[in-house]
């Protein structure tokens, strides 16, 4: 099938040019190759590499200006992308909590610990992204529709409740539990003069993330969203795909130690601490 073919049997999106169709889908498309390098470089986390696979398929559908795999994909689409942006979410929380031991109590996690904790946060995760499969919340075509993710523009009291419990149990409380483990950790920094990492970037790397999709979704809880203009809808969807771009520059590439190794791999030499934190400066 040709591109005529296609641009003739598809219609563009209701409120989208052409040139904003293929822009989007160019954005994804960078996010996606982006995320999948950086992650692949520094093995942040698997559920940032899902998000990169739910952003190159909602690319792939953007060149093609329409969804391609039917409502059974669309579903099996949206709960991929929320489960990964749960467990991504979930993750970096554990990952805060980590560090305080590290940092402040100088212990470290047994590896059963560590185990027991990435089954929970795939579990807790997959709960949370299989209510709207059945019934509880919604799966359905954001604004450009050639991706799906959860359906935030009928705004009832299905939605309501689910967004609520959500928002609690997957971005409040992780939130909570990131600001009280940075706090110790830059209380326990400055007591010993030695900062080893910018403690308030992993939260405001997260509110700026997930914020703008975050409060789309709790506007849409109270307030009609549908006047809003599809393009505009579209932009906090694309915001929160930078996620995994932005974990690897706050976790991998902002560790020292990691970075130390990365100049070893690539050079063949190895550097003092302080050498590889004037590489960065």
Same mark, same amino acid.
């Given at each position: ?8 049997? /598809? ?54 200006? /329409?969804?391609? /795999?039917?409502? #059974? ?66 799966? #359905? /075509? ?140």
């Amino acid at each position: 099938m040709t591109t005529e073919s296609l641009t003739t049997s /598809y219609p563009l999106p209701e409120g989208f040019t052409e040139l904003e169709v293929f822009g989007f889908g160019t954005v994804l498309m960078a996010e996606a190759l982006l995320g999948f390098c950086l992650n692949g470089l520094t093995i942040i986390s698997f559920p940032d590499c899902g998000i990169c696979i739910n952003a190159f398929i909602a690319a792939f559908s953007s060149f093609l200006r /329409y969804w391609p /795999y039917g409502s #059974d994909g669309c579903q099996i689409h949206g709960f991929q992308g929320f489960v990964t942006a749960l467990a991504s979410i979930s993750s970096i929380a554990t990952l805060a909590w980590d560090r305080y031991h590290h940092y402040c109590t100088r212990s470290k996690l047994q590896w059963s610990t560590a185990v027991s904790m990435v089954v929970f946060v795939w579990l807790f995760s997959a709960f949370w992204s299989v209510m709207p499969l059945l019934g509880w919340g919604e799966y #359905d /075509y954001e604004p450009l529709r050639t991706c799906c993710t959860l359906d935030y523009t009928k705004g009832d009291r299905n939605y309501v409740t689910y967004l609520i419990a959500l928002a609690t149990f997957n971005f409040a409380i992780p939130v909570f539990i990131m600001l009280t483990a940075y706090q110790s950790i830059d209380h326990k920094f400055k007591k010993t003069g030695q900062f080893k990492f910018n403690t308030s970037l992993p939260v405001k790397s997260l509110v700026i993330c997930w914020g703008p999709y975050s409060l789309l979704c709790f506007y849409a809880a109270v307030e009609n969203v549908t006047f809003i203009s599809p393009k505009l809808r579209m932009i906090p969807a694309v915001i929160a795909k930078t996620a995994p771009v932005v974990n690897a520059f706050v976790y991998a590439l902002g560790n020292e130690n990691y970075r130390g190794g990365i100049w070893q791999f690539l050079t063949g030499q190895k550097i003092e601490k302080a050498e590889v934190d004037n590489k960065t400066k």
